[in-house]
């Protein structure tokens, strides 16, 4: 008789905890927002690029001491003097201060050939001043020591002008005489070099070799099958001996990987766009050259063929890249918020103190989001930027007041 006592008051409690639940949900029901926020979407195929170019590998001199006279990556022409060949490693130490006596004297002849001070915007100047420097430290920081030692010259030269501005300007008579002379001194006691390492065609010198440069050859694009770019390894013994190569500033390819029916959506001679991962070149303008099939004809190689090149491109052998299909803009919304009200499609903002539904037009999506078109921002009908959009809720409606 207790037992069942005890049984139909469990049952009479679990029964009212379950329609105070139900009630609760109807009457409450918590919501989540995003805001909508302003984007730039691509839409394409990513892959990871590998390129091909002609390459001209350049050999070390068999004896003497080598200096450099090119920055890696500086274009040079044909016949350029590539590096020049010492007896002794102290004659490369004395050019390398030549260089460098050279490039000081320059920067204060630059510094003292400004005469028209009072048209200067000091806060321009300081904020070039607060960019060259951080320009100076990515490139530090990024291995670019060409790049990092520019951007140094570029900021002595915009700091020693501030202050010659603000009134604290420096005499360099002094400084610029004993430049001078420790010039003339250090070239009279230089010796000729012996030798000299040439260019024998135009292009962009890169100061290594990675072994791909016989493996990817510009010259055979039919051989590049997806077979074939599974295979192809580091060359070791072409490695040894070399200083670096010449990448030619004529046509070059980039090869990606697909699917066969990724491939399907290009045809030679289709003009595109690649968005790269390069700071100097975030998009390239390509040609789509060749597709070349696997056995299986399941999978493909598209050769992208280009005429762009640069330093960065030229250092450059894989990348994740991006072939573009359509770039969109506008608004991103949580796909969940989508809601269909009077055959119109649209979102439910939070607009004081209640809900109101305000119609999109979809530009693109995906299965995890849209992005919508940006409506003007004394537009009240439609999505607006930082609108809060409600992607989670129940009992949903227009005028609805929420705590």
């Known amino acids: ?24 949900s109807a009457v409450y029901s918590p919501i989540t927002t995003e805001t909508a926020q302003f984007v730039n979407e691509t839409d394409g195929i990513s892959f990871t690029g590998m390129i091909i170019r002609n390459e001209i590998a350049i050999d070390k001199s068999s004896g003497g001491v080598m200096h450099l006279r090119v920055f890696d990556g500086e274009r040079i022409s044909k016949n350029g003097v590539i ?8 004659d490369s130490l004395a050019v390398n201060e030549i260089d460098e006596i050279k ?16 048209a200067v915007d000091v806060n321009l100047l300081s904020g070039k001043i607060d960019s ?13 020591f060409k790049g990092a030692r520019e951007n140094e010259y570029k900021l002595l030269t915009m700091m ?15 400084q610029l005489t004993s430049l001078n002379d420790e010039l003339i001194s250090l070239e009279n006691s230089l010796s000729q070099p012996i030798n000299s390492i040439k260019a024998v065609e135009s292009g962009f010198f890169v100061s290594y070799v990675d072994g791909f440069e016989n493996e990817l050859n510009a010259e055979e694009l039919d051989r590049l099958t997806p077979e074939y770019m599974d295979s192809v390894t580091v060359d070791q013994s072409f490695i040894e001996g070399k200083i670096g190569k010449i990448v030619s500033d004529y046509t070059w390819y980039i090869a990606a990987n697909m699917t ?17 991962q390069l700071k100097s070149n975030p998009y390239i303008k390509v040609t789509v050259e060749q597709i070349n099939l696997s056995k299986d004809r399941e999978r493909a190689v598209i050769l992208f063929s280009c005429q762009e090149m640069n330093a960065e491109l030229a250092a450059m052998r894989t990348g994740a890249m991006t072939v573009i299909n359509g770039e969109y803009e506008g608004l991103k919304v949580n796909k969940s918020a989508l809601r269909v009200n009077d055959n119109k499609t649209g979102v439910y903002i939070i607009s004081g103190m209640e809900l109101k539904f305000v119609t999109v037009k979809v530009l693109y999506q995906t299965e995890d989001f849209v992005i919508c078109e940006k409506a003007d921002a004394s537009e009240n009908t439609e999505l607006r930027l930082y609108d809060k959009v409600i992607v989670k809720g129940k009992n949903l409606y227009d005028g609805k007041i929420i705590n």
């Open 260 to 276: 066969a029916n990724q491939s399907l959506s290009y045809k030679k001679g289709d003009v595109v766009k690649i968005k790269t």
């Open 132 to 144: 060259t420097l951080g320009d100076m430290l990515f490139c530090a920081g990024n291995g670019d």
């Open 83 to 90: 590096a020049d060949i010492y007896n002794k490693e102290s």
């Open 160 to 174: 020693n002008r501030k202050e010659m501005v603000i009134g604290n300007g420096v005499d360099y008579t002094e």
């Open 103 to 118: 490039k000081r004297i320059s920067d204060i002849k630059t510094i003292q050939s400004y005469n028209d001070l009072a």
């Open 1 to 24: 008789m207790l037992k069942n006592r005890v049984v139909r008051i469990a049952a009479i409690v679990l029964l009212a905890v379950f329609l105070i639940h139900h009630i609760y």
